[in-house]
């Protein structure tokens, strides 16, 4: 994956933290202890924060994308929206589903990284930036850009996370993908004979495999993590992209709490080591001078409060209100898409309330 945008921006703004996902923004933070020692005596013995900000918040986008041999290796499996506060040291992330309909890209949001990388080197990051400031209104100062195999490494480098499962839950279509190709002992005439009737789990069970996670509080190494967040197909309610949208806001959490509990955000040394296990796997426009800012500032808001929401439709049976709806399928070439309730590229309900969650210190009501 490309190691960074060659995007020029025209100041420095306020560093950032993606809530609990901190560990994974500080990968890109150092590249070795020698080569960055200016950065490591800032650390040190500087410890005002100089970068500066246009506005009150800075907005980070988070992706995660599949990467290497993955079905799909550039479509978004995560994006994510997070604003942080450092006046208030507040963090409010918002979960934006897969499947919301951009009638700019004429398909969904999770193709956007995957349009601009196919423009030219960097585009996704230019691309995705600009769907999703439209969609906020609100500038993105930052893109972090991380892939599976990236997320996997940092989870076991930190021994693993313990996060609390609200619902147990059963999965019987998580994708093997090392077998994403296998016919499972057909000929290849019998397994297009067989497609036009049948499931892809039923003509080809060898692609799938069954996961189960148990209620309660779970210790997960960075493989049960990636198939905890990634679960798209489990049976009753954890079987919806917003289930799993608040499954990746539970991994953030965990994240942040571990991280900081090892120490590895004050040690830079921790922090070059974890850089050099997942450089490969990161792509982002961070520049190398304002690196030490962005450790100084995850260090002064390691207590800070996470805000989180799901983009998401009306609960009927829990009488909860949404900002999406599923249109019919007719009007969208038969594609099961989401779109805002007032209209496909309607945003103003979703930015009206995002900007109360950012803002207001009261409770603020879906209308």
């Known amino acids: 994956m490309p190691e960074k945008s060659n995007r020029r921006a025209p100041h420095k703004k306020i560093a950032f933290i993606i809530g609990g996902f901190v560990l994974l923004l500080l990968g890109i933070l150092l590249f070795d202890i020698v080569k960055y020692s200016p950065v490591i005596f800032q650390l040190l013995f500087n410890k005002e924060i100089e970068l500066k900000k246009a506005n009150t918040h800075m907005n980070v986008l988070l992706m995660g994308v599949g990467g290497g041999q993955h079905e799909g290796p550039q479509l978004t499996d995560t994006v994510m929206f997070a604003s942080i506060d450092e006046g208030k040291n507040i963090v409010s992330m918002v979960s934006i589903p897969r499947d919301l309909y951009i009638p700019e890209l004429k398909g969904k949001i999770n193709t956007a990284y995957a349009i601009g990388e196919g423009k030219h080197d960097g585009g996704g990051i230019t691309l995705s930036r600009a769907v999703v400031s439209k969609i906020m209104n609100k500038p993105i100062d930052y893109v972090v850009v991380v892939d599976f195999n990236g997320f996997v490494k940092a989870v076991d480098e930190v021994g693993g996370l313990d996060v609390t499962v609200d619902r147990a839950f059963d999965d019987y279509e998580y994708p093997i993908e090392e077998n994403r190709e296998e016919l499972c002992g057909h000929t290849l005439e019998e397994a297009t004979q067989l497609i036009a009737t049948q499931t892809p789990t039923e003509v080809f069970p060898c692609r799938y495999q069954h996961v189960h996670f148990d209620k309660g509080l779970q210790h997960m190494d960075g493989k049960q993590a990636l198939v905890f967040v990634r679960s798209r197909y489990a049976k009753g309610s954890e079987g919806t992209d917003f289930a799993r949208s608040r499954r990746q806001q539970k991994i953030i959490q965990a994240f942040k709490d571990k991280v900081f509990s090892l120490g590895i955000i004050l040690n830079p040394l921790k922090i070059t080591a974890l850089y050099s296990l997942l450089s490969n796997s990161i792509h982002t426009d961070v520049k190398q001078e304002e690196f030490d800012d962005f450790i100084k500032l995850a260090q002064k808001m390691k207590?800070?409060?996470?805000?989180?929401?799901?983009?998401?439709?009306?609960?009927?049976?829990?009488?909860?209100?949404?900002?999406?709806?599923?249109?019919?399928?007719?009007?969208f070439n038969g594609t099961w898409v989401l779109i805002p309730k007032a209209g496909s590229g309607s945003y103003l309900q979703i930015q009206k309330y995002v900007s109360c969650i950012q803002n207001s210190t009261s409770p603020c009501a879906i209308q």
């Open 303 to 331: 207590n800070g409060k996470i805000q989180s929401i799901v983009l998401e439709t009306e609960d009927t049976e829990t009488n909860k209100k949404g900002l999406l709806i599923n249109p019919p399928l007719e009007e």
